[in-house]
């Protein structure tokens, strides 16, 4: 079957950096992304990776390792407001079909 | 633009009652998605349209839930009867093909409860 493993729970202070590791089992790949989701909200879209190595957008950085399906997202300075799930998701099919396959979401608990 | 409208934000139903759930996706997107979200079993996708004909309906859970879409921008999820196990939160997400990234952009979702 397919599927993505992340960690359920993460705990960090304010000010830390954190990495929420991602690996996945899929019949294919196509790009690997990450969602913030905060409580009460909707998931919003944070990065992509296609293609191995480390991808940049502030504080928030993402890493894919294709030979290994692994990717992590790294998280610097952390902020209270960064308390979330944040969910990978990958894409597993290149033709018409564009779902996503989704891991169960890593519960981000940022302590002052 | 306003983003992916759902409605409505919450519903109380009782079981056996139909429930039909909104969505106007981002003007221009051409894929549209249902998602369902409970603790248990994370973010669920129960179907995928794109240029408003299903691509993908094997998340849908069983005959008491269908989906339409008449047109690029209306979408409707519909259970009947519901059930108490029903109870979640639906989201719809819409993405615009020629994007590299595949984004989705979330509605604010249907907190749905069934008694």
């Known amino acids: 079957g397919q599927s993505l493993e992340q960690p359920s729970e993460v705990t960090a202070v304010e000010g830390a950096i954190v990495q929420i590791n991602c690996t996945y089992q899929?019949?294919?790949?196509?790009?690997l992304s990450w969602y913030q989701q905060h409580d009460g909200g909707a998931p919003t879209f944070l990065s992509y990776?296609?293609l191995d190595g480390l991808e940049e957008t502030g504080r928030f950085s993402s890493f894919l390792s294709r030979s290994d399906s692994y990717g992590y997202l790294l998280l610097q300075e952390l902020q209270m407001k960064d308390s979330a799930s944040y969910f990978c998701a990958v894409r597993d099919n290149a033709g018409n079909n564009r779902k996503l396959i989704w891991g169960l979401g890593t519960s981000l608990a940022v302590n002052p | 633009d306003a983003g992916v409208i759902q409605s409505p934000r919450h519903e109380v139903t009782e079981m056996g009652q139909e429930v039909t759930l909104r969505c106007k996706p981002i003007s221009g997107h051409n894929s549209l998605f249902w998602y369902r979200q409970t603790m248990m079993r994370g973010l669920e996708l129960l179907i995928y349209?794109?240029?408003?004909?299903?691509?993908?309906d094997s998340g849908m859970p069983e005959d008491r839930f269908s989906a339409k879409m008449p047109n690029a921008s209306f979408s409707t999820l519909k259970i009947q009867p519901s059930e108490p196990r029903d109870s979640a939160v639906y989201f719809c997400a819409s993405s615009q093909d020629t994007g590299p990234t595949n984004e989705q952009f979330f509605g604010p979702g249907t907190r749905l409860t069934v008694l």
């Open positions: 349209f794109n240029n408003n004909v299903p691509i993908d």
């Open positions: 899929t019949s294919g790949f196509y790009g």
């Open positions: 990776n296609a």
